[in-house]
């Protein structure tokens, strides 16, 4: 079986710049935004073609498995910083990822680090 890891929902990889300079803006710094990877899915939303991803930060693992895949965040939601999607045009539209109404574990230390 072969592979195509050039497929966007292969596995983790680093963020594009527009996505990064979206991570910036949102008070992540530079060095802690190196060490995030982010997943994609295509998908289609509301008739148009877009690209969901999934900005994740491996190092709050604590020893669990890793994610592999976008749907893999499902198990992983911790660890999960943003989540959003870009559209055709290039837009990326991004929030931070929540569960249960409050910022994921993974985002407030992300921006705790910030701050020091």
Request: hydrophobic content about 35%.
């Amino acid at each position: 079986m072969k592979l195509n890891f050039w497929q966007p929902d292969a596995g983790p990889r680093q963020m594009s710049g527009s996505v990064r300079r979206e991570v910036l803006r949102e008070g992540v710094d530079a060095e802690s935004a190196q060490r995030l990877v982010m997943f994609e899915k295509k998908a289609s939303l509301a008739g148009r073609k877009v690209r969901y991803f999934r900005i994740y930060d491996p190092k709050t693992q604590n020893g669990s498995t890793s994610p592999s895949s976008y749907d893999d965040c499902d198990n992983s939601v911790e660890s999960v910083i943003f989540e959003g999607h870009v559209e055709p045009t290039g837009q990326v539209v991004m929030f931070p990822k929540k569960v249960q109404g409050r910022p994921t574990a993974a985002f407030t230390a992300c921006l705790q680090h910030a701050a020091h």
